[in-house]
C-alpha cells in the first residue's frame, strides 16, 4: 500500500478548516487512491476545538485517512508534511490600519514558513488561503530559504470559481462550457477577471457580452463577492473557500490544462520577478507554468497594473517593516 502523504492544515479549527478537513480526508484533495496523514495546527485557545473536529474525522470511519495529530507546534504541525494549507490568518478588525494587518500576520506567516523550512518533506506544496494570501505566502517564502521559491503559491481559485459562475448565469451555459478562464493580481477587491482570453463554446467569452455589463457588473460582482457572502450569511465564505483550496491542488498535483492561481511571477506580462500574483497557468508534472504569448489589450493592461501595483506596495510595507 502507499505511504501516507502527510496534509497539514492551519487554523484548522476555523470555519474554512470545518469544510475542508472531511474533503481532505475523502480524498479529494490527492485523488481517491491516496491515503492521508492530517496534522491540525492552531493556537492553544483552540486547540480543543480542533481536537473535536479530530473526533468527528474519527468517526466518519474514512478509508483513507491514515491518522491525525493536532498540535499548537508549528514544528510538529510540519514535520514530514507534503502539503500545507496555510489558513489560519489575523482577520482586519476595525480600526486596523494596513501596516497593523501585515504586522499581525507577518507573525504568524514568518514563523510558519521557517517551520516549513525545517521540517517538511522535500515535496512539500504550499497554498496560502488566509489572508492578505498572496503576501501572506511571499511572508512564508521568505523565511524557507531551502524550499524552492515556487512552491508558495496562494488562493485565488475562488475567485475564479466564482468567475465562471458569473459567466455561465450571464450566458445560460454550463460552467463545463467555459474554459480559459483567468484571474490575474491579488486576492483582493483590484483583482482582474479576465474574459478577453476565457472561451465559451470556443468563441471568445467578451464578445459574447456588452461591454457594460463586463465592466460595470461581472468584475465588480466577482471581485466584491467576498463582501457580498459577509453581508448575505453573515459569515465569510468558507464552504466555496475550502472547495477552492481543493480544486487548486488537487490541479496542481494532477494537472490541468489552464485555471488561475497566485504564484512566484518570472517577470511573465510585466509582473515584477518574485511577487506572488494571479496567473493564467497550466500544470505539469506536479509544477504551475504560466500561460505563455497571450494578447492583452489596453483595457486588461490596465487592471493588471493597479492590481499590480497594490502586491508591490504590500511587498514593500512588508519589507519596511523588517517582515521579509
Ligand atoms: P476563522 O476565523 O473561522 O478561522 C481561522 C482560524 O485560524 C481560527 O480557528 C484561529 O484560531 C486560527 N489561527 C489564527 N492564528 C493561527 C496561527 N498562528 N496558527 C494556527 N491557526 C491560527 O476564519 P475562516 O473563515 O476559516 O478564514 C480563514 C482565512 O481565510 C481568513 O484570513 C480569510 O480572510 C481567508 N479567506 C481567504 C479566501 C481566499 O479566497 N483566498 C476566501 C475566504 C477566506
Known sequence: AQTPVKVTVTGAAGQIGYALLFRIASGQLLGADVPVKLSLLEIPQ??????????ELDDCAFPLLSGIEVTDDANKAFDGASVALLVGARP?????????LLQANGGIFGPQGKAINDNAADDIRVLVVGNPANTNALIAQQHAPDVPAERFTAMTRLDHNRALSQLAAKLQVPVTEIKKMTIWGNHSATQYPDLFHAEVGGKIAAEQVDEAWLRDTFIPTVAKRGAAIIEARGASSAASAANAAIDHVFDWVNGTEWTSAAIPSDGSYGVPEGIIS???????????????????DAFSRERIDASVRELEEERTAVRELGLI
Open 46 to 55: 483552540a486547540v480543543k476545538a480542533a481536537a473535536g473536529t479530530a473526533m
Open 92 to 100: 482586519r478588525t476595525a480600526g486596523m490600519e494596513r501596516g497593523d
Open 278 to 296: 494571479s496567473f493564467p497557468v497550466a500544470s505539469r508534472d506536479g509544477k504551475w507554468e504560466i500561460i505563455q504569448g497571450l494578447e492583452i
